[in-house]
């Protein structure tokens, strides 16, 4: 009986996204992908799981689409300080302004973790939620997702942008393709932290319930539809 409630507690606070297909074709840059995705809405990144302790929370949103090549995710971010330290893939990017990306292709067994500052340096994980079983992509990996950014700053205050172009070899340990995306379950959450920023925080797509941060938690991930 516990577990029945907790299915439905857990089913009722799923969100989910229908991703539509969209022809990239070979148009790369900011500026094309940017207008290729304009069509489509936006995605707040907005609760606060832990605002008694972390009461700051940035203006966070992303939208998402596929074509037969890659998904293809935008971010948009506004916050008071955007820091990006780390230059290197696999240094500590969640300590930065960060956007995170966590997809899982079998039920939530395994996921993947997509974590990049505004300067395009990434980190790629994979394996279950037990962190000294997962495994990191190498930098030449990480190196297969494309990304572009864009970053304002006036006296209106701070903006970045940001898209990623996932080809579906970055999934180095998965078989995903086109089809296999729009024939199975898919699960996801999405995230913007910034660990070492002066006001720290931290902000899911999908709530999650825990009592501290913690965006290691596949059962509070959302569900995707690929159209």
Known sequence: MLSLCLYLVLLYMTNSIIVPSIDFGDLKGYQSLNKLLSAIAWNDIAIANWNHDYPYAPKAKFRIAYDQQAIVIQYKIEEEVIK?????HNDNIWEDSCVEF???FDN???YYNFEFNPI???LIGYGTSIKAERSRLTRQQIDQVE???CIERNNLGTQWSLIQYIPYSAFSYSQVTYAFLK???IFANFYKCGDHLPKPHFLSW??????TPNFHLPEFFGELFFE
């Not at 999908?206 to 009592?211: G, L």
């Open 108 to 110: 939530r067994k395994h």
């Open 147 to 149: 990304v572009f950014t």
């Open 206 to 211: 999908n709530k999650i319930n825990h009592p």
């Open 183 to 185: 024939e199975n379950p």
């Open 120 to 122: 395009g340096a990434g």
């Open 84 to 88: 990006a330290h780390y230059y290197m």
């Open 102 to 104: 966590f997809i899982s």
